[in-house]
């Protein structure tokens, strides 16, 4: 099991000494996974499984974390494209049936910070109708899904969060 895939908290050890006392001890720290569970509504979900799918989705073939944090990323990215994911939420996702069925996703942490953002924002507070968070993810899908070539768009984000990550792992390493 991989270590992204795994879902857990990660530790890290660190060796320290006591102060007055030459036997180190061991310090653990959890750090935040870089994955987190979601969910999406299923019409949602099936889209991001035919780009998951598309013949142009290789080299590398991206998984849904990648897939569902490009659409979040490119939904939260501009101002247009979150009044179209507000309009979104008010509209078609507000209409649905509320106990629709929906599929657990995982998501890199840095959008689902993003989206966790947009949770805490004005526009989702008092008095305005509150969306949980598999609302906004869904309709970061949806947003996407309904803009000008969005298998493109999200491959290409899809790439663009990957190298992200890695630069970043790079710099941590030193």
Request: aromatic share 6%.
């Amino acid at each position: 099991m991989s270590r992204a895939s795994s879902g857990l908290q990660h530790m890290h050890t660190e060796v320290a000494h006591s102060r007055g006392s030459s036997m180190p001890h061991t310090v653990v720290a959890a750090q935040p996974p870089a994955i987190v569970m979601t969910r999406i509504w299923l019409h949602e979900h099936d889209w991001l499984h035919s780009v998951y799918a598309n013949h142009a989705n290789q080299s590398p073939t991206f998984r849904f974390p990648d897939l569902l944090s490009a659409c979040i990323e490119l939904a939260l990215s501009s101002t247009e494209s979150l009044a179209r994911l507000q309009l979104f939420l008010g509209t078609d996702l507000g209409a649905r049936d509320p106990k629709a069925p929906r599929r657990s996703c995982h998501v890199w942490r840095r959008q689902f910070d993003e989206m966790l953002r947009e949770h805490r924002a004005a526009w989702n507070s008092h008095p305005n109708p509150k969306f949980e968070l598999d609302a906004i993810a869904t309709g970061c899908v949806a947003v996407v899904r309904a803009e000008h070539d969005p298998v493109q768009r999200v491959l290409t984000q899809a790439r663009l969060n990957c190298a992200a990550r890695a630069a970043a792992d790079a710099d941590q390493r030193g």
